[in-house]
């Protein structure tokens, strides 16, 4: 039992005592019971804050252990929910025919990531992704274009995926996700030259109607599974928010493989 629970089991009696004793040493004991009544006066209020006070001063580890069980709770709760969600929006989440793939298009476990080309942390965590997904050899990867840096990423989407019209979204996706600098339209359309695309035919391709109802599809997809900024994945029944390393998408791809 930790010493935070053995407070807390312990608090009523010790306010109980303390309030009655601190202001009649002749008032008759007082039980847990008799605490709801809110019969408090100012004196036995500010007893009760004193002992509780000179309490946590003598324990201040006490705040410690009540924030990581808060923490912890919230956590498993926040896991759970997200567990419902994919439950509900497997198909829209795994099955989409509109989503691009990359890894093995075969693989045994599907990882999703949602993303945003202009996203430095997106940028940053593409190494550990493709090490993850190399490594394993059966991760079908699922590429959710998610814009939410301004115009400039909603461009670099479209172009994304226009070129999977021209069976070019890897490439390109890996080119885009890769640029170090300051990405802008005309950076995006050289890229696009650079890997072989016809860039006239892109920019056609990029207006079309379905183009955008793909990427509105992912923001409300999103929208469902609070996905809250980017990278945001999607692993078996599981939710891993923000940059995850190897080691993490590796153990959790092994979890969904397990059908956890």
């Given at each position: 039992?930790?010493?935070?629970?053995?407070?807390?089991?312990?608090?009523?009696?010790?306010?109980?005592?303390?309030?009655?004793?601190?202001?009649?040493?002749?008032?008759?004991?007082?039980?847990?019971?008799?605490?709801?009544?809110?019969?408090?006066?100012?004196?036995?209020?500010?007893?009760?804050?004193?002992?509780?006070?000179?309490?946590?001063?003598?324990?201040?580890?006490?705040?410690?252990?009540?924030?990581?069980?808060?923490?912890?709770?919230?956590?498993?709760?926040?896991?759970?929910?997200?567990?419902?969600?994919?439950?509900?929006?497997?198909?829209?989440?795994?099955?989409?025919?509109?989503?691009?793939?990359?890894?093995?298009?075969?693989?045994?476990?599907?990882?999703?990531?949602?993303?945003?080309?202009?996203?430095?942390?997106?940028?940053?965590?593409?190494?550990?992704?493709?090490?993850?997904?190399?490594?394993?050899?059966?991760?079908?990867?699922?590429?959710?274009?998610?814009?939410?840096?301004?115009?400039?990423?909603?461009?670099?989407?479209?172009?994304?995926?226009?070129?999977?019209?021209?069976?070019?979204?890897v490439p390109f996706h890996q080119k885009l996700i890769g640029y170090k600098g300051t990405l802008d339209d005309a950076t995006i359309y050289k890229l696009a030259g650079d890997v072989g695309l016809d860039v006239t035919k892109l920019k056609a391709d990029m207006a079309k109607p379905e183009i955008q109802a793909i990427i509105d599809k992912n923001a409300k997809l999103a929208d469902k599974l609070n996905v809250q900024g980017t990278p945001g994945f999607v692993v078996g029944q599981e939710?891993?928010?923000?940059?995850?390393?190897?080691?993490?998408?590796?153990?959790?791809?092994?979890?969904?493989?397990?059908?956890?």
């Open positions: 039992m930790t010493r935070l629970r053995s407070f807390l089991l312990a608090l009523p009696l010790l306010l109980a005592a303390g309030a009655a004793g601190a202001t009649d040493p002749n008032a008759p004991n007082m039980t847990p019971k008799d605490l709801g009544g809110g019969a408090f006066s100012p004196s036995q209020v500010e007893a009760v804050q004193k002992i509780v006070s000179d309490y946590l001063r003598e324990h201040p580890e006490v705040i410690i252990d009540a924030i990581k069980a808060y923490q912890a709770k919230r956590d498993a709760d926040q896991a759970a929910e997200a567990k419902k969600n994919i439950v509900s929006l497997k198909d829209e989440i795994f099955k989409d025919p509109t989503s691009p793939v990359g890894g093995n298009p075969e693989g045994d476990v599907a990882l999703v990531e949602f993303f945003d080309y202009r996203c430095p942390y997106c940028k940053a965590v593409e190494a550990d992704l493709k090490k993850a997904v190399e490594q394993d050899g059966k991760v079908r990867l699922v590429y959710k274009e998610f814009p939410i840096l301004g115009p400039v990423s909603v461009t670099a989407a479209k172009a994304a995926l226009a070129a999977q019209m021209q069976g070019k979204y939710m891993i928010p923000g940059a995850a390393s190897v080691d993490e998408l590796t153990a959790a791809i092994k979890r969904a493989r397990a059908g956890g």
